[in-house]
């Protein structure tokens, strides 16, 4: 007798357990009718006796909830979509999410070293003002109305030819407009992906793709990233041990190493995706600051298994959200209705605006001063930081962007919290390393780097940082 | 022997039925590595070697992959998310993205009674022209940088000030900036909802609602809807039914039926939102078409569990895409790293814009024509309407749509295909209707049916209708 009551314990344990499982799979969601009583007894081969025993201490531990007549939920409402709690718990200094808010909220008087984008004196401000103006008298201008599904022809018409330019061959109609760069990898994500998924990334890699990621409830896996690409025997084992749907990256100008993809590394990559069924989306929206063409995924691969996305965001306006997608041909239609159902369509206004800038010839001459000034910034850069010890992972071709070690393993996180209180916005390295392997890393933005004071606050930083806590 | 033989085929078969259920549940997804052999033993409480049966079984079926030395995975990759195939299959014309892209993509010659926007021409394009020269002029216009993560500060402001008029308090801190009001709900629904969840809809309601939560991946169940709000007898038994997570609906000028809610009905059914833990969306893009005000969700609960959503699509520009939300002042934090994390912010640009168009005067003076008009323009289709014998479900107060029935149980879907092949696009009842009853109805936007050929064409298309087919 007592064996068979210790059994029926064991097997209602059993029935318990399987229940929480689904519930913290997500297979169950809170509010969910839990299998009926004769289904779960089935299910797992249990009387059913013994399935109402495990759902009443379900009920009596708060897990579940009995409705007369109607069957057994699971309790409660989950709160509100938290992205701290789909992922692992980081301290706010490193969390991707607070360089973001720290760039953006700090006011104007702060310094943003750390920051991923130009200061607005860099950017085309009278160009854009041109542009407006231009755009108020033309009588033809998309003011007012929709968008076509797919955005504006005669700039998607544009952007074929410009990603030719990269080598990537990609007809008008392959071309989908979105409000951002962000937006469009949203986009290609929702479309791509499942939960549970799971994608590779560079580790480190642009911080925010661990944010998107998470809004995804996909899992994440890094892969090292070298001076000429990632690490391809990671790579491999990566694919072998985690079956990734998906691996997102930058080629051109990495974020945030500033390295360039090897042409030898992007082919054996692609005939490792191929083997692998993986599919990549390939970020590409530092390719305008480029001095000389870098292989791109993109290009090699022929938009079969690459999806690559741009954006106008850093070389020419983020106040005017203007990005892209090109896809293979076969899922435009339905990327389209998905963005269709998402947005109601991208911004017309500010696609005509983008597009006035592209072709009035104002932005080439833009981006050539803009590489010029940038090439000068980082070597300026380089020396001040060498003189503090701060030496480059690897250096630039170009870019924004050095990836640079802090002398003595001194800790990054603790040398931004120090400077922040100098109103110094710093980026601590594992911001961007999912594996928080470059604590000792910073990222500098070259263009923010121009003043002595961010020199002194960061000496002052790590000079406080290097005596015990 | 043979009964013993039976049972572990008879177990096996329970374990490859639960394999499956959770594949089609979506809790393992294409490419997951399923639980191991001995996980699995333990979990349903058979042995292992029926498990390993069960598993090579599922192997030769090709619904598993057995990876040497790592385990088994479920199979192939899934396709992109295509939204049809997530739920129901439609027929493409009562598709509820068929009506967004004949809306969108039907060349400038067709005629739109079955859209849902007004024309160009009905939209205050001068002043557009006015706001943008003065963008342009204005030496700290924020023309290249991005925007603080909840949006421009003196919009959101004004923004507190405008709910006021219509009853809902808001601080400017519980509002957030979108790329309008469709990205306002995407964003809400990601906030609030996981996959599986029920959401109640209106039936009929704006039909994007199903495209959207479809990308959700929940389950939609519809509430009949009454010229005075939803059927709260039906309502609760939803409550009860589905115990849904979200009801989203719009209370003013309801899509697509014109209808108004009832105070007493606003009442009622925030009590039963309290009673069973459900949270409410009020989609209120249409609110600045009111000629008096109608009561809200959002003003009766004080926003604890209403969020309200609004845009300038509808009344200003659809080019320059701004919306907005307001919520609860405590998930807004949460709110806004997750619009930073898939977005990077909405459009600065577009924000201003609207901003300085609310303020100039301008919009103020453009609503009061509009209203006068569209009033106007309502008395016309509806006698137009009439002397075909199409009779309106209700006689809305204000805005651009009546919902009225076809005579004779005609099939709006057939008239509608009919009336294309006549370029003018008609909106066919049931890409309202989740539960497909509104076969005979058809919804008309007042504003695009000033044309003879809208009435000639659907006279001739009913006749056609009329016959055998």
Known sequence: MEDISQDTATRAGLV?????????????????RVPSIRTMSEQLGVSKSTVVEA??????????????????????????????ALGPRLDREIDPLWLTRQSLESDSGALRPGCGWLPESWLPQDAVRRALRALARDPGAPLTDYASPSGLPALRQHLSWRLAQRGVEAEPRQIVLTDGGTQALDLVCRFL????????????????????LR????????????????????????LIEHRPRLYVTNSAIHNPTGATLAPTVAHRLLKLAEAHDLLIVEDDIFADFE??????????????????????????????RCGFIAARADWIESLVDLKLAVSF????????????????????????????????????????????????????QAGLFVWARLPGGLDAARVAREALEADVVLAPGNVFSVSHSAGDFLRFNVSQC?????????????????QPA
């Open 193 to 212: 992906l499942e939960p549970g998924d799971t994608v590779l990334i560079d580790d480190p890699c642009y911080f925010n793709f661990q944010a998107l």
């Open 291 to 320: 001095t000389g063409p870098a292989p791109r995924l993109a290009a090699f691969d022929g938009l079969a298994r690459v999806v690559t996305i741009g954006s106008f965001s850093k070389t020419m306006s983020a106040a005017a």
């Open 345 to 396: 369509g991208n911004g017309e206004l500010t696609a005509d605006l983008v597009y006035r800038l592209l072709v009035d010839g104002t932005y080439r001459h833009h981006l050539d001063a803009l590489r010029a000034r940038l090439a000068d910034a980082m070597s300026e850069t380089l020396q001040r930081l060498g003189a503090l010890g701060i030496e480059p992972w690897t250096r630039p």
């Open 55 to 84: 759902y009443e201490r379900l009920v009596a531990q708060g897990t579940l909830v009995a409705r007369r007549g109607s069957g057994f939920y699971v309790a409660g409402h989950a709160p509100p979509l938290a992205l701290g």
């Open 16 to 32: 318990m357990e399987t229940v929480r499982t689904r519930i913290a799979a997500r297979a169950l969601a809170a509010g969910a």
């Open 215 to 238: 809004a995804h409830r996909v899992r994440v896996a890094g892969v090292p990233y070298t001076p000429a690409g990632p690490d391809l025997a990671a790579f491999e084992r990566a």
């Open 450 to 466: 121009n003043r002595p004071k961010v020199y002194e606050t960061l000496q002052r930083a790590m000079e406080r940082c290097a």
